[in-house]
């Protein structure tokens, strides 16, 4: 059974930093592209980053330069990071990882697997 699991959120003031981790288990996750997604109240859910197998990364344009996604591999597990710079107000939501079955792609319906989702509040 897969399974992704969201951690790293919290409440930080804004211009702070914070580190998001994904674990994920139960398939080979090194030949899947992984991504992180995020919903605000009253939202859609965005993409923020997602990562291919091989390392290729693609970020919403309000994140670049201040996002940072990176991945592990290993045989049967995969853990993905988002490490989150400079964070504003905005960036409140909750936050999911998620994977996909496919290539690197920035559509949340590409993705087959979700977490729970983690908070992140970002205070002014």
Known sequence: QVQLVESGGGLVQAGGSLRLSCAASGRTFSSYAMGWFRQAPGKERELVAAISW???TAYADS???????????AKNTATVYLQMNSLKPEDTAVYYCAASLGRLSRRSSEYAYWGQ?????VSS
Do not use: A, C
């Not at 940072?68 to 591999?73: A, H, P, V």
């Not at 989702?117 to 509040?121: A, D, I, L, P, R």
């Open 54 to 56: 091989g390392g290729n």
């Open 117 to 121: 989702g983690t908070q992140v509040t």
């Open 63 to 73: 994140m670049k330069g201040r996002f940072t996604i990176s991945r592990d591999n």
